[in-house]
């Protein structure tokens, strides 16, 4: 009786190890749906700037084009991006004193971004997102005709040196590429004036993703 008592006993005790080290043995669930992609990219865009005046809104469209880099974390059919890029609109006009001139704004933007993937197969895949972009605009080159170029501080051209955006885009993978388009509209003037001035961004972006 001691005997069968005690083999029982050896037996649950196996088994408990047993199950004990299948588990920690085993894969997460959650660790293995959750994946990481690294992308690289580049593109072109366009910028806008709506000045509300007294005597009316004002628009002006500037072209411009990025370079950047992140990491985008995908579990299930979610996923989080935080990328970083560096940003660079310009704009020529023609001063009748000064002649041709060529305004360029240098700047950079880190996005948080997060959505969900509404389709997704192993060489396609669909995203849709949201999320909050920090603008810092960090120097401002003024090229004129048979004179050196000027280097200005945002704010000696009455342009803000920090700008808060919400982004809302689309994106998809083909297999190791992803074709990105994406607005942004600023929560903040863009300028330092009196008057209200919105700033609208339009990308189209190309990505290598590893």
């Not at 199950?19 to 690294?38: M, R």
């Amino acid at each position: 009786m001691v005997l069968i008592v005690v083999m029982r006993k050896l037996a649950l005790t196996s088994l408990f190890a047993l199950v004990l080290v299948s588990c920690l043995a085993a894969p997460s669930t959650a660790a293995a749906q959750l994946k990481l992609d690294i992308k690289v990219f580049i593109g072109v865009g366009e910028t806008t700037y709506v000045a509300m005046l007294e005597t009316g809104r004002e628009r002006d469209f500037f072209g411009s084009y990025q370079v950047g880099f992140g990491p985008r974390l995908r579990w299930g059919k979610a996923f989080f991006e935080a990328l970083f890029s560096f940003n660079r609109w310009l704009y020529e006009g023609v001063n009748p004193s000064l002649g041709g001139t060529e305004t360029q704004v240098n700047s950079f933007e880190f996005p948080l971004l997060a959505g969900y993937i509404p389709y997704k197969n192993p060489y396609f895949k669909w995203f849709v997102y949201g999320g909050f972009v920090n603008h810092f605009n960090t120097k401002i080159i003024v090229r004129r005709e048979g004179q050196s170029s000027l280097r200005l501080k945002p704010k000696a051209d009455n342009l803000a040196i920090y700008q808060a955006l919400a982004r809302f885009g689309t994106s998809v993978d083909l297999a190791m590429f992803n074709f990105d388009l994406n607005y942004s509209i600023s929560m903040n003037s863009a300028t330092s004036t009196s008057y209200r001035t919105s700033y609208h961004q339009l990308q189209l972006n190309l990505a290598y993703i590893f």
